[in-house]
């Protein structure tokens, strides 16, 4: 992977590593990034834009050392009828940045 990862003030803050999630099921569940601190997850509510060439956090540089460590085992996620909606906002911002990562379109 290796993209640059950014904070919010344009900072850059580490490399990404890896994406957890399950493509099966089109769920992005965050990213993994390397900093000067070690590994960090990053969930994906604090995942603002993902590009081609480079992610962007909703955190600040002062705030990205204070991101938890990854999970040893990828987290189980269950979705229920209160779900996200095919379609909605929050369906098509998930699947835009599921594709603009794994490169499909």
Same mark, same amino acid.
């Given at each position: 992977? $290796?993209?640059? =990862?950014?904070?919010?003030? !344009?900072?850059?803050? $580490?490399?990404? %590593?890896r994406?957890?999630?399950?493509l099966? @099921?089109?769920?992005?569940?965050?990213?993994v990034?390397?900093t000067? @601190? $070690? %590994?960090r997850?990053?969930d994906?509510?604090?995942?603002? %834009?993902?590009? %081609?060439?480079?992610?962007?956090?909703?955190?600040?540089? !002062?705030?990205? /050392?204070d991101?938890p460590? /990854?999970?040893?085992?990828p987290? =189980?996620?269950r979705?229920t009828?209160?779900?996200t909606k095919?379609?909605s906002?929050?369906d098509?911002?998930?699947?835009?940045?599921?594709?603009?990562?794994?490169?499909?379109?």
């Amino acid at each position: 992977m $290796g993209l640059p =990862v950014y904070s919010r003030d !344009e900072k850059q803050v $580490g490399k990404l %590593e890896r994406v957890l999630g399950d493509l099966a @099921s089109d769920v992005f569940d965050g990213i993994v990034i390397k900093t000067r @601190s $070690g %590994e960090r997850f990053v969930d994906a509510r604090l995942v603002d %834009e993902v590009y %081609e060439h480079a992610v962007v956090l909703a955190v600040t540089r !002062e705030q990205a /050392p204070d991101l938890p460590p /990854p999970p040893k085992v990828p987290p =189980v996620i269950r979705v229920t009828a209160e779900g996200t909606k095919p379609g909605s906002a929050q369906d098509g911002r998930l699947r835009r940045a599921w594709q603009r990562v794994f490169g499909r379109r």
